[in-house]
């Protein structure tokens, strides 16, 4: 699929906006005809008639009326192209944003996450000039000029063939201009796309980079990245302003050719074809009609680049929506011969585990494990515990694992490494587990997991805010909380990535307490750690060798 045709899909959900704005805009260009013609005609009948102002009366109130009108119909056409510009935008991001969302970390391993929110925001708005102002106009374009055309030549047809002769340049040079300028705004959108992901990855490092001494070079790439896309932004502008001159020249020309041929046509300097017969109302009627000609071509030309904006950003947007995140066919997905489970048995056998881009990176030969158990994994670093993990909870794209979000009605208890904290108050972030809780179950899941022991040392205790990634907590009371998190969920199968790394003893105490108290109260709980005090809180232990999940005991 190219990019036109990206659009071309997105352009069929939004017919009906995009019909109303184009019926405005044409209604509007029908009453620029109706002024020009009242305009004069008041004109003809005061100067070569000597009309009297009471004669004039209904044609002025129908001039007022025109003019009046013409404001009105030109709001409804920007609304409508907007409702239109809206609908597509938020349908795209929605789209997308549910397609991130399930597939899961896993499934856009090569996308930085800074790349990824310039996509979902920055291009996605790109999109609205061509959906609100140019494909509206691409009607308008049309219909109105061949209707001041057809108006020019019922009172003179020599003005007429001026201006359609005139009017195939314009669209010539919107096209040699847009060539170049789609290219430019692709490149501009890599540009910003790179710089967003440069940036976010310096603020995440902030510390490492301070304690490294490299603050200054950090800054430099940054700097670097903004004079790139600075220079690709004054490229994007040199060819609009070029392309805007080159259209104003024709237009202002084939203009100041129908006002000579009118001028000297009622001058009688020119004999030929119909100038004899030009009066004041038919020549002032041409005079002004010229003008408004070719006021819709110089519309849709300034919007042509709002088109080659939307084809430099749809170009991005469609591999994130039909290629990149897709999820693989289901034959390629199906990497084991059999998955069973109940609603309190988890069974694998025969799972290769992918990873994108990475290819299998881990055999099980056979996993069993029932509601109640604790189910300890062990390996060194990129053995493959947290893509296994991954995979159980159905996050990886490549893999087939429809068995654990099917597991007692698919809730999941996530504990990851390293901990997430939404910029939010402790209670929040508690309640994320589950949203509807309520105080006293907060409250409760809080001291279970310990949280509820440096409150006191907060200033507004669970509504004390930790800020983006748990900035104003220790690592250890970061774990707390999302360990709270876990417990209110009350999922029936819970996983944990790490649960214990670098935890002071009070604070393991308290994670291998409430993992013994998740098992108690019925839940599966899988663990993957290096931590080999984790063993004698296990029923089962496995171990990864050389690519495979081996099981080492019982309890």
Do not use: C
Not at 108 to 123: C, F, I, M, V, Y
Not at 437 to 460: H, N
Request: net charge negative; no cysteine; glycine share 8%.
């Amino acid at each position: 699929m190219t990019a036109t045709q990206w659009l071309a899909r997105e352009r069929a959900a939004v017919a009906r906006p995009l019909r109303l704005a184009a019926l405005f805009g044409i209604i509007e260009g029908l009453l620029i005809i109706t002024q020009a013609g009242l305009i004069a005609w008041l004109v003809h009948q005061v100067v070569m008639q000597s009309a009297l102002l009471s004669d004039l009366l209904p044609a002025a109130i129908l001039l007022v009326a025109a003019v009046i009108a013409r404001p009105v119909f030109q709001w409804l056409k920007v609304r409508a192209g907007l409702t239109a510009s809206d609908q597509v935008r938020s349908g795209i991001r929605s789209r997308l944003l549910q397609r991130i969302e399930t597939l899961g970390p896993g499934g856009l391993p090569e996308k930085n996450r800074g790349e990824l929110a310039s996509q979902l925001t920055d291009q996605i708005d790109a999109l609205d000039g061509y959906f609100a102002r140019y494909l509206p106009q691409m009607v308008i374009a049309v219909a109105v000029p061949i209707a001041i055309a057809a108006a020019a030549f019922s009172q003179d047809w020599l003005a007429a063939i001026f201006l359609v002769l005139a009017a195939p340049l314009i669209p010539l040079f919107m096209a040699l201009v847009g060539m170049g300028a789609e290219r430019l705004n692709r490149d501009q959108f890599t540009a910003l796309a790179r710089l967003s992901g440069q940036f976010l990855d310096r603020v995440r490092g902030m510390t490492t980079l301070r304690l490294f001494g490299r603050l200054d070079d950090a800054a430099n790439g940054i700097i670097e990245g903004s004079d790139e896309y600075r220079t690709r932004s004054m490229r994007v502008l040199r060819v609009a302003f070029l392309s805007s001159a080159v259209l104003e020249f024709f237009a202002s020309v084939a203009i100041a050719v129908i006002a000579i041929y009118v001028g000297f046509g009622l001058l009688g300097y020119i004999d030929f074809g119909p100038a004899p017969a030009l009066t004041l109302f038919s020549g002032l009627f041409v005079l002004l009609l010229a003008p408004e000609f070719f006021q819709p071509l110089r519309t849709l030309a300034q919007h042509y680049h709002d088109r080659a904006t939307a084809l430099g950003a749809a170009e991005l947007l469609m591999t994130l929506d039909d290629g990149e995140i897709a999820p693989a066919p289901e034959p390629a997905r199906r990497q084991r011969e059999e998955a069973e489970r109940s609603a309190s048995t988890l069974s694998i056998k025969h799972l290769a585990v992918q990873r994108p881009g990475r290819g299998i990176v881990l055999q099980v030969p056979e996993l069993t494990a029932r509601a109640g158990e604790r189910v300890l994994i062990e390996g060194p670093s990129g053995s493959g515990k947290t893509s296994l993990l991954l995979a159980i909870a159905d996050l990886l794209p490549d893999t087939n694992n429809a068995m654990a979000n099917d597991f007692a009605g698919g809730r999941i208890g996530w504990l990851g490494s390293p901990t997430f904290l939404a910029n939010a108050s402790i209670r929040e972030n508690i309640r994320l587990g589950a949203p509807d809780a309520d105080d006293s179950e907060i409250t409760a899941a809080a001291q279970a997991a310990g949280v509820s022991e440096f409150l006191d040392r907060l200033p507004d205790g669970l509504d004390t805010r930790v800020g983006e990634r748990g900035l104003s907590l220790s690592g250890g009371q970061a774990q707390r909380v999302a360990l709270a998190r876990v417990l209110i969920a009350k999922a029936p199968l819970v996983i944990l990535d790490e649960p214990t790394t670098a935890l002071d003893a009070e604070t393991e105490a308290h994670v291998l307490s409430a993992i013994d108290a998740l098992a108690s109260a019925g839940a599966l709980v899988i663990i993957a750690s290096h931590d080999t005090v984790l063993r004698d809180h296990a029923d089962q232990v496995h171990v990864i060798r050389n690519g495979r999940l081996e099981r080492t005991r019982d309890a």
